[in-house]
């Protein structure tokens, strides 16, 4: 790893965990947030991503990506946004990796339809539930519940798109048991890991769309940065036929918006006065300082419409996202009627009164695959619902 920057998270002054451990000098020379990184990667809670819905509901090819691929992308893009910056890779690489582990089946749609089966007990935000499940639902060590992730790790997933300034109960909680200074901004780090997902999601997502036969090249077109990406692109291969050209346009557009925002970041860092500065300026600036350049952040909001009308909300993806509001929803409804439907771990532990049983039971819900939510929904209500 490259030589840290003064306003790097170092692992050397590290919180440290919530829990004290012991043993852990037995198992490799690793620090504190190589540590971190490892755990997500050995967790069942990420292994669970790989059949979790990124942008199409159980996708019938092999190349379309999931949550899991999208975040192993995310951590790619990050990692080399953190080298050339000088901040630290391993810390920057687990938030990424760690960042979308608290979606439940289907995506978004699944989100919504657990945050209206919460309405009356506090709602259902992916985010505070990554936290949640990290800290309290994993269950990997003998003498506590959750993975134990250092301070650093837990408020770059808490803060990673800024202050919280009205945390959900999920966040409360966690943050009540260790305090992550939920109005502040978070490091460079979980900064980088924000960016890194908008990054990958707006580029990867066309190349899944284009795909699926949903985006065609001339609607994309439409949209200006794509258009002068592609031109230049054609420029370079004039001869090669469009389908030959669409991944390079992909890297392209990724590479384009990567050099900005290190660029623009190296500015800010100048401009704020912290290219000499520390990791707790960095917390008190008031303003996030990872950021894209005004220019490409219309670029990039531009493209984000344009994925919104005509891929996110596209007729066959909101049928797909009915369907899936229609499975989460039947589920809950379900096991609130009988917890015995559950496994019996969760049905064994599904308290009586609110709002800890349809907590649990939501928390049951999110933990699913896509898959498995469509078989436990079938084995309820057979095949024709």
């Known amino acids: 790893m490259s030589a840290l920057a003064s306003y790097a998270c170092n692992p050397a002054d590290s ?12 198992r490799g020379p690793r ?6 990184r490892d755990r997500i990667i050995h967790s069942i809670s990420f292994r669970r991503l790989r059949h979790k819905t990124q942008v199409f509901i159980a996708p019938d090819g092999d190349h379309y990506r999931v949550r899991l691929t999208h975040s192993l992308e995310v951590a790619q893009i990050g990692r080399t946004i953190a080298r050339v910056l000088g901040l630290n890779e391993d810390l920057t690489e687990a938030l990424c990796l760690a960042h979308d582990i608290g979606h439940p089946p289907f995506g978004h749609s699944g989100e919504d339809a657990l945050e209206e089966a919460l309405i009356s007990h506090g709602g259902f935000d992916h985010n505070a539930h990554c936290l949640r499940t990290l800290s309290l639902l994993e269950n990997a060590y003998p003498r506590f519940s959750g993975l134990n992730l250092s301070w650093e790790m837990l408020e770059g997933l808490a803060k990673h798109n800024g202050p919280v300034l009205a945390p959900n109960w999920a966040m409360k909680e966690v943050d009540d048991a260790f305090p992550l200074e939920l109005s502040s901004w978070p490091s460079l780090e979980a900064q980088v ?5 908008d990054v990958a999601y707006d580029n990867h997502d066309i190349d899944d769309g284009l795909r699926a ?9 439409e949209v200006p940065f794509v258009r002068r990406c592609w031109e230049q692109v054609v420029a370079r ?20 918006m990567v050099n900005d925002l290190i660029q623009t970041t190296r500015a800010n860092l100048e401009a704020l006065g912290l290219v000499d500065g520390d990791v707790s300026a960095v917390r008190a600036a008031g303003r996030p300082v990872v950021a894209f350049s005004d220019e490409m952040r219309e670029e990039e909001r531009q493209l984000k419409r344009f994925m919104y009308a005509n891929l996110y909300h596209h007729p066959s993806q909101l049928a797909a996202a009915d369907r899936a509001r229609v499975v989460v929803a039947g589920l809950f409804q379900a096991y609130q009627r009988d917890p015995a439907l559950m496994e019996s771990a ?10 800890f049983r349809s907590r649990h039971i939501a928390d049951y819900i999110a933990g699913m695959t896509d898959r498995f939510a469509e078989r436990a929904h079938r084995a309820i209500y057979g095949a024709s619902q």
């Open 346 to 355: 969760w049905d064994a532990n599904c308290a009586i009164e609110e709002p």
């Open 31 to 36: 620090d504190i947030f190589q540590r971190d």
């Open 15 to 26: 919180r440290g965990r919530q829990h004290a451990e012991l043993g852990g000098e037995a």
């Open 213 to 221: 036969g949903i985006l065609s090249l001339d609607q994309l077109l």
């Open 193 to 197: 890991a924000a960016l890194a997902d």
């Open 237 to 256: 291969y004039p001869d090669l036929p469009p389908e030959r050209l669409q991944r390079e346009l992909i890297r392209d557009q990724i590479g384009i």
